[in-house]
């Protein structure tokens, strides 16, 4: 066990980069990693990693030996959880990432029902913008759209979200409505900044008819996050071209309206992501389940769609 215990604390080091970052994720002092790691390479009689007062980097032997060590380990953390979970009941902390305004429209309206169905689970739910390493970071799921998908990580799909012009009644009642892709184009425009690219965001809309047209209205405002473009375009600025999964509170309550109702892009999938393990962990297994079944019975797959 001892050996299992350090072969544990080198992994997580170097998953996290430092003995500090890990000794947080073991719940250990940060001594006692070091101690552990150096324990570990006097047992092998190599040295794993290079130290300065800065910085930790792995040698030669450090990287093969994470190589091989590190799918073992996370293959035997999993088959741990899944026999304790097959002979109890899902419990433990439950760590989901998720964006902040997709997690509190969508996703907190369940835990309710979910603590009253687990009461030994503790939800741990990280609500930021980021893409986050589910095995180097030890999350047991997260939700997002196109997260890269790394060894020993599934995705299942949640939803489908659609791009579509809004704007608020105000706005159009004192520029006009337009009718046409054409027309948008002498609109002003709250349009996305790709967070990843850098790039304003070109999308390729389509009409329910199946006819294909930019829809391009002038760049009057560039943001780098949909929910201000959702806020800015709730504040008369313009036109916003905006996520149906940030804009459906906004269009349900009145505040913004649909422009050019017939037509929309396709902004890809909402997946849930969490581990390949054949032993996903019973509290893993719960939370996918019941999320997929709120998504089901919320009909949100159904509301995030503009082509119906």
Known sequence: MESLA?????????????????????RVTPAAVSKSVARLEERLGVRLFQRTTRSLKLTE??????????SGLHTLRAAMAGLASAQHEPAGTLRVSMSPTFGRDYVLPMLGEFLARYPAITPDWHLDNRQVDLVGEQFDAAIGAALELRSGVVARELARAHIVAAATPQYLARHGTPRSPAELA??????LRSPQSGRVRAWAFRSKSGEEAPLEPRPRVVLNDMEAICQATSMSLGVGLVSMPHAVPHLDSGRLVRVLPKWHADAGAIFV??????????KTRAFVDALVAHFRREKLAERFRADR
Do not use: N, T, W
Request: proline share 2%; no cysteine.
């Open 186 to 191: 002498r609109h002003d425009g709250i349009v």
């Open 61 to 70: 032997a450090g990287e093969q030996f994470l190589r091989e060590a590190a």
């Open 6 to 26: 350090a072969v544990e604390h080198f992994v997580s080091s170097a998953e996290a980069g430092s003995f500090s970052a890990a000794a947080r994720q073991l």
């Open 273 to 282: 992501y969490f581990g390949a393990q054949k032993l996903l962990p019973a």
